[in-house]
C-alpha cells in the first residue's frame, strides 16, 4: 500500500542530544513537509521541500535541521539548540503545487518526542 | 495576514445527529483552497474534504459537506449522521495559490455520545 511511514513513533532525548525522526513515502509526491504539534494547538510548519535537494524554513525551523537527498525521504533532526523539543511531529507530502491547489497534503502516523 | 479561526474548542453531539464545525478565515488573496482534517487520539491527519475560492458549488464527501459562505469567509464542516468513530480532533486549513504551506486552526474536539 502507498503511504507515509514515520518512525520511531516515540521517541526520547537527553540533554544536549541531537535525534533524528525518519519519513519516508511511497507515493511518488514530489513535496514533503514537516510539523510540529503541541497540546491543544493546531500544526505549525517546521520544513517543507518542493525537490530533491531543496527546501525551505517554515514558520517555527529554529533548532531543527532537514535533508532531501532522495524524493522519498525528508528525515528531520532535531538538535540540541532545540530547548523545548517535547511535541507530536507530523511528515506530510503531497503533489506538486502546479498540479492543482486542491491537491492535499498526506500525513504520516506520527512521531511522539520527550525529554528524558 | 493569512489566518484561520476555529471559535469551538468542543463539541457534542448525540449519533445520529447532524453536527457542524465552524471556520473563519482571513485572506485577501482571490485564490486559495479549504482543507478538513480528522485527526483521531491515535495521531493521524486524514483528510476529508476541500473546497476551493473558485467553486461555485459546496463540497460534498460522503457523510461530509462544506457550507462555503465566501461573503462571510466561512467554510463550515458539516458531518450528517454523526457515528461513535467520527470522535476526533476536527482540523481547518487553508493554502493560498501561491504558496505551498498550509495554515491550520486550533481544531475542534468532537465528541459523539450514544
Known amino acids: 500500500d502507498g503511504g507515509i511511514t514515520q518512525s520511531p513513533k516515540y521517541l526520547f532525548r537527553k540533554e544536549g542530544q541531537n535525534v533524528t525522526l525518519s519519513c519516508e513515502q511511497n507515493l511518488n509526491h514530489d513535496a514533503m513537509y514537516w510539523y510540529r504539534q503541541d497540546p491543544g494547538q493546531g500544526l505549525r510548519l517546521i520544513y517543507y521541500s518542493q525537490i530533491v535537494n531543496d527546501f525551505q524554513k517554515g514558520d517555527i525551523a529554529e533548532g531543527y535541521s532537514v535533508s532531501r537527498e532522495k524524493k522519498e525521504s525528508f528525515p528531520l533532526t532535531v538538535t540540541s539548540a532545540q530547548k523545548n523539543p517535547t511535541a507530536f511531529y507530523l511528515c506530510?507530502?503531497?503533489?506538486?503545487?502546479?498540479?492543482?491547489?486542491?491537491?492535499?497534503?498526506?500525513f504520516g502516523d506520527g512521531t511522539r518526542l520527550s525529554i528524558l | 495576514a493569512q489566518k484561520i479561526t476555529q471559535t469551538q474548542p468542543g463539541m457534542f453531539v448525540q449519533e445520529k445527529e447532524a453536527v457542524t464545525l465552524d471556520c473563519t478565515y482571513d485572506?485577501?488573496?482571490?485564490?486559495?483552497?479549504l482543507f478538513w482534517y480528522k485527526q483521531p487520539s491515535s495521531g493521524e491527519m486524514i483528510f476529508l474534504i476541500y473546497q476551493g475560492s473558485y467553486d461555485q458549488q459546496n463540497a460534498t464527501e460522503g457523510r461530509y459537506s462544506l457550507n462555503f459562505q465566501k461573503a462571510r469567509k466561512s467554510a463550515n464542516l458539516v458531518i450528517s449522521a454523526s457515528q461513535l468513530g467520527d470522535s476526533a480532533m476536527y482540523f481547518c486549513a487553508m493554502r493560498m495559490y501561491n504558496t505551498d504551506k498550509l495554515i491550520f486552526g486550533t481544531g475542534t474536539r468532537l465528541q459523539v455520545f450514544p
Open positions: 506530510a507530502s503531497r503533489m506538486r503545487q502546479d498540479r492543482g491547489l486542491n491537491q492535499p497534503q498526506h
Open positions: 485572506t485577501s488573496d482571490p485564490s486559495y483552497g
